[in-house]
């Protein structure tokens, strides 16, 4: 999992910089990106370890299983629970924690539910899943919504409770309802911090789907690493590995594009 | 300068000074949970179309007052009448001015402008041609696509003073409105903002620490006392506003008066 940081790194340029156009800062990124690289590489022909491949081949193993269509179909499979799951999170959870920052009773009765789905074990509370929800498509999507929501909700939450009290009476001396309150002020306000959530959530639901594949069923790219693992393809196995990450970091750089365009004009300005 | 006009006087007969008080405070009483005494019943009348401070040391409830006059907080006993109706939640009579400017970071300087227009349901054309005109009414021609972060402190509150203009109410309120502005900019601001406000008629309750801007800009000023916040005097500064600024600066009246307040407060801070 070395290449967890870089690839985790490498979307997260601040949007700031206009796409495809590398500023300086992009070029460090870049920098990081391919030493890491180059480590693994020089590590793998050490070698560290008979099971863990170089980067070179890894890629190769990458580009056979897209070309026959191996990732291609595993991706099909694992995003099906992955999509249903994020946005059950993304929109119930969005929904729920601004509520619960609005309204106090809402608060007292969910935050301790939250708090505690997030610092569940949840690798040990596969097997339970297991057991009320079967094997199926239903307990791949609970385990993304387990890793997912708590996050998405507790920012949403957070990011609402803390709207800032000089907006909000500002609204309230220009006679502002309460609808406009918070359609116009504490939900624009607490924008980033419940795109931040967003992010970390979607994130979650990435490792959620990947462990439900691993424990529960084994289909898609879960499938993809356990059975080349079995059969020691290491290069395959890497490879499924490291796209998940890939696409991971992907989608939440996207994300995080796709909020400074459409919601932080001032952002997308002032680079 | 007529020092220590009685307050419960300026109550009981509205109607003495330019047709009456715009605001008047009737015996307001304010305490924070329930301890903390801010407020000690104060009576207070606010002539219309004129400029009145609420000057005093820190902690001796003006700010209280203000948002007490705004609808922004309940008064613990007291009322509070605007245009002689008798008020208990902000108004459109009234706009407020705020000292760290309040102003939407996700918004442009026109949107922030016309905020209060957006909130009152006016159409985009109609808020868009308003706040054009207050923007360059407080020198901001060429910002109004511009967000907050790209203006200088000095020119948010421009924006800030736009936006409680832009709903064209009677009384402006404004709560410290140049105490997070440099000293030059402020300089700056006090002179346009009187040059603006006396083409605007308005009211004006102003907010302040600072004893020479308080006898600059005013028309009254009234002390407090530190808390529980009472009526320590009223001041008329007797100062021809037709000199220039530079010269009301040096003008005798005006520097008699700061030194009258100066000593009057200076016994609170032992």
């Known amino acids: ?271 | 300068m007529s020092l220590a006009t009685d307050m419960t006087d300026t109550v009981k007969t509205p109607g003495a000074i330019d047709g009456g008080n715009v605001v008047e405070v009737r015996n307001v009483t304010k305490f924070y949970d329930g301890d903390i005494h801010a407020l000690d019943s104060v009576d207070l009348g606010f002539p219309a179309g004129q400029m009145t401070t609420l000057l005093g040391p820190s902690g001796c409830g003006k700010t209280t007052m203000l948002k007490i006059i705004a609808g922004l907080l309940e008064p613990t006993s007291g009322e509070i009448f605007v245009n002689g109706k008798q008020v208990t939640g902000p108004g459109p009579e009234r706009a407020f001015v705020f000292q760290d400017f309040a102003l939407l970071p996700w918004a442009t300087v026109l949107r922030n402008v016309a905020f209060g227009l957006e909130l009152r349901g006016d159409s985009k054309a109609e808020r868009e041609e308003i706040g054009r005109h207050y923007i360059a009414e407080v020198g901001l021609s060429g910002f109004e696509q511009k967000y907050p972060h790209e203006l200088s402190g000095g020119m948010r509150q421009r924006v800030g003073l736009a936006r409680a203009l832009a709903v064209n109410a009677d009384v402006l309120l404004m709560d410290e409105p140049f105490s997070a502005v440099d000293e030059q900019t402020r300089r700056k601001f006090q002179e346009d903002l009187l040059h603006l406000l006396s083409a605007e008629k308005k009211s004006v309750i102003f907010v302040t620490h600072s004893i020479e801007e308080a006898v600059y800009v005013s028309d009254q000023i009234v002390l407090l006392s530190p808390r529980p916040g009472r009526i320590h005097s009223t001041i008329r500064p007797d100062i021809d506003r037709g000199i220039s600024p530079d010269d009301i600066r040096r003008d005798k009246n005006y520097l008699d008066t700061v030194e009258t307040i100066w000593q009057d407060l200076r016994k609170y801070l032992d």
């Open chain 1, 1 to 271: 999992m070395t290449t967890s940081s870089a690839t985790g790194d490498l979307p997260r340029a601040p949007g700031r910089s206009p796409a495809f156009l590398p500023t300086k800062a992009a070029w460090y990124r870049i920098l990081s990106v391919v030493g890491l690289f180059v480590i693994w590489q020089i590590a793998a022909l050490i070698p560290i370890s008979p099971a863990f491949p170089t980067f070179t081949s890894t890629i190769v193993a990458f580009y056979e299983m897209v070309a026959d269509g191996r990732m291609i179909f595993a991706y099909a499979d694992t995003l099906k629970p992955l999509l249903i799951g994020v946005a059950i999170s993304a929109g119930f959870g969005i929904l729920l924690g601004i509520s619960m920052g609005l309204n106090r009773l809402f608060q007292w009765f969910w935050e301790p539910i939250f708090v505690v789905m997030q610092a569940a074990p949840v690798a040990a509370l596969i097997p339970l899943i297991t057991y009320v929800y079967g094997l199926g498509l239903t307990a791949k999507v609970v385990a993304v919504v387990i890793l997912a929501a708590p996050i998405i909700v507790l920012n949403s939450y957070k990011a609402v409770s803390n709207a800032s009290p000089n907006l909000i009476q500002m609204c309230a001396s220009f006679q502002g309802t309460r609808l406009q309150q918070i359609w116009k002020v504490i939900i624009p306000n607490a924008a980033p911090v419940m795109f931040a959530g967003l992010r970390l959530g979607i994130a979650g639901g990435f490792i959620g789907v990947i462990l439900a594949e691993l424990l529960i069923t084994p289909t898609g790219v879960g499938d993809l690493i356990t059975f080349h693992r079995s059969r020691a393809d290491y290069a395959e196995m890497y490879a499924a590995v490291l796209s998940v990450m890939t696409f991971s970091a992907l989608t939440v750089g996207l994300l995080e594009r796709a909020e400074i365009n459409f919601f932080r004009p001032e952002k997308k300005k002032g680079r």
